[in-house]
């Protein structure tokens, strides 16, 4: 016999101990290292802090849910490891009523896990934990409940897995992942949220931290009308999208944030198309048409590029090198006012106004008011503006930006934008997360912030007259107009980009509006895509705009000012 036989009987034998032992571990002991398993992940979801909730919070500072979290738990356990069913059953009934007969059925199955009681109140379930019956366990796991379902989803995105792993997905459940989740009493910190809660054994533990509560700005009664108004447009002009931003301009706090096509947070496993978890005000951009106008008003008026009185000629259409730019109906109107270029939504008068600004100055506007910029809202993956074509330093390009075509912006940027308007020349931070609570103590609460002044407050005093104007005289043959209010409004219809990087023949109509115009408690911003049977904003808008904002000074008792 040579070495090698010796060798290889060796690595043989060694095989076999191996497979032999194998087959002990996982038939023989089977129960036994799965009843271990079962103790450490009970051990684990014990450790494990409960998701802090996120509120709405209306007027009166009333909280309503906007996402929960409930713990369910129950007893369950291995009838096979139960020696003694009826001690058994008395040392349980003594913390909690069940039924005897049934207890005592399934205690007797010749199965190796059983659930007795379902819904088990926390204080009882650690109650049975310390009693350490042989062959019974508290059985736990975790649920995130959306309570108003498809309402505000975008904002508050979802919980779901991230390899395995329970978190934060989208919107404010993503942004502040850290702070709902807590911190887990488990050194190892495990995350999962499955597993049993039990008193088998004991380990190790630092101190837990609950996950600390969310108080958003978003009012539940703004934001409910805004999702009813959103629904009834996307099956009134079978439209691609739809979405609502009200803001309040002073401050930047977000007090209506709803946007279709979108999901139910409950459900969010049954979507199909991912790009529904997109945020349209901060994670799309969009060309955003006449709206821009009233920016382009303000950047000439702020350098003195032009004043009130200035007028110009108006063909119905302007030649800018070798583009020829027409207004929306082709028609010329003759010498107009600065005011005539909003009321009647000149694209001439827009170009007017940029040619007298030049394209340096007009850009360094554009860039101040952020269009090309994140705002800085706290909510994730935010994305810029694209301002590429104001890179180019042709002059149609500069032309076309005037009046909202060319550049394309999130509906946030957008909706900052014009709050300097309103708000007298500042552009805020927006946000959406009002403060943090532990319980009932206070741990953040935001505090407004500037991020610099783009406009004198008298540039603003103008521009807000002026649309003012636009809502008495014009807009909507007089819909728009409330009595006893001064309001501010424009609307907006711009030519879609097709793949081809022209233009098709479907439209983004939009609408901004704030009241009352010179001492503004809100504003609104509203988009349409793609409206179907319909080619003006005006048409389309302008009652939705009307209705929310006639119930939102309702809403708030906000007194006539004219």
Known sequence: MNRFTVLGGLLVGMAGVVLIRLFFLQVSYADVYGETAAKQHAIAFSSLPTRGDIFFSDRQGALVPAAVTKRAYMLAGNPQKITDIAAAYEELARIMNFDKEEFFSRASATSTYAVFLKDIPKEKAEEVMRLQIPGVWIAGEEGRIYPEGLIASHALGFVGYVDNERVGRYGIEQQYEKILAGFSGDSTDRRSKGGFLSSFGKTSLTEKKEGADIVLTIDPHIQSISHQITADLMEKWDAVSAGILVIQPQ????????????????????????????????????????????????????????????????AGFVRVRDAEIKNYDGKGRGTQSMYDILDQSLNTGAVFVMQQLGMPQFKDYMERFGLGDTTSIDLPQEIAGNMQNLEVGREVEYATASFGQGIAVTPMALATALSAIANGGELVRPYIVDRVMEGDTLVTKTV????????????????????????????????????????????????????????????????????????????????????????????????PFHKLSEFIIHYYGILPDR
Do not use: C, W
Request: glycine share 6%; no cysteine.
């Open 448 to 543: 407004p912030s500037v991020r610099r002044r783009v406009l004198r407050q008298e540039t603003t005093e103008i521009v807000s007259r002026m649309l003012s104007k636009v809502v008495d005289k014009t807009l909507a043959g007089g819909l728009v107009a409330m009595p006893g209010y001064y309001i501010a409004a424009k609307t907006g219809t711009a030519q879609m980009a097709d793949a081809d990087g022209g233009y098709s023949d479907s439209y983004l109509h939009t609408f901004f509006g704030y009241a009352p115009a010179f001492d503004p408690q809100f504003l609104v911003l509203i988009f349409l895509e793609k409206p179907v049977g319909v080619r003006y904003a005006s048409q389309t808008l302008s009652e």
């Open 251 to 314: 401050t930047g706090a977000i007090l209506a944030m709803e946007s279709l096509p979108s999901f139910d947070p409950n459900a969010y496993n049954t979507v199909k198309d991912y790009d529904v978890f997109l945020n349209p005000f901060t994670q799309k951009v969009f060309e955003m048409g006449s709206i821009v106008k009233p920016l382009t008003m303000a950047a000439g008026l702020d350098a003195y590029a032009v004043s009130e009185a200035t007028t110009y000629y108006d």
